[in-house]
T-cell receptor, first 113, second 117 residues
Framework: GIQVEQSPPDLILQEGANSTLRCNFS?????LQWFHQNPWGQLINLFY???GTKQNGRLSATTVATERYSLLYISSSQTTDSGVYFC???????????????FGKGTHLIIQP | GAVVSQHPSRVICKSGTSVKIECRSL??????MFWYRQFPKKSLMLMAT?????????EQGVEKDKFLINHASLTLSTLTVTSAHPEDSSFYIC?????????????FGPGTRLTVT
């Protein structure tokens, strides 16, 4: 099946710093999503971005589908940004419809005050 | 964004009993629902995919007779863990995808923490 690798696995930053999280995937995708998992386990949708660039406030994401990677940028980090960030993909099949997601192992981000 | 709920949020049961977990899409019709499992400090693993009115498709290694999935309507899917054992203790999370045009975005429920004693 499709492989998803996230880097770095852990990241510790001071408040106000910028960060870049990377997601590499091994095959063409029709779905790529970035999530933030809060301390209670809820997955919060950040971006649906199988290709292109999107921005939402201090967060932005870019997926270069032809090179099979995606980047999540967090600017001016705040302590509330701490948590685990997951990248998840589903491969592009010939059929239509949604398919289950394959998750990377996540990046554990700690923002220190 | 779309809202997905799960019930219960936390359940403790005795070994050998069965537990049912509900997943509902509150403000949209879910053409497809998914069930995932997450162990502590680990990533999420897809267990099964269900479409309304048809049998679920299970991932390799997931016992379909142990994890019964029913998707009776476009807003409700249930996961029943039958004859639960301590190794079934885990965090179970559902997701749902609707008719978003060309988008396949999934929205996740808050999860159910199952402890089998």
């Amino acid at each position: 099946g499709i492989q998803v690798e996230q880097s770095p696995p852990d990241l510790i930053l001071q408040e106000g710093a910028n960060s870049t999280l990377r997601c590499n995937f091994s095959d063409s995708v029709n779905n790529l999503q970035w999530f933030h998992q809060n301390p209670w386990g809820q997955l919060i949708n950040l971006f649906y971005i199988p290709s292109g660039t999107k921005q939402n406030g201090r967060l932005s994401a870019t997926t270069v589908a032809t090179e099979r990677y995606s980047l999540l940028y967090i600017s001016s980090s705040q302590t509330t940004d701490s948590g685990v960030y997951f990248c998840a993909v589903s491969p592009r099949y010939s059929g239509g419809g949604a398919d289950g997601l394959t998750f990377g192992k996540g990046t554990h981000l700690i923002i220190q005050p | 964004g779309a809202v997905v709920s799960q019930h219960p949020s936390r359940v403790i049961c005795k070994s050998g009993t069965s537990v049912k977990i509900e997943c509902r899409s509150l403000d949209f019709q879910a053409t497809t629902m998914f069930w995932y499992r997450q162990f502590p400090k680990k990533s999420l693993m897809l267990m099964a995919t269900s479409n309304e009115g048809s049998k679920a498709t299970y991932e390799q290694g997931v016992e379909k007779d142990k994890f019964l999935i029913n998707h009776a309507s476009l807003t409700l899917s249930t996961l029943t863990v039958t004859s639960a054992h301590p190794e079934d203790s885990s965090f179970y999370i559902c997701s749902a995808s609707g008719l978003w045009g060309s988008s396949y975005e999934q929205y996740f429920g808050p999860g159910t923490r199952l402890t089998v004693t």
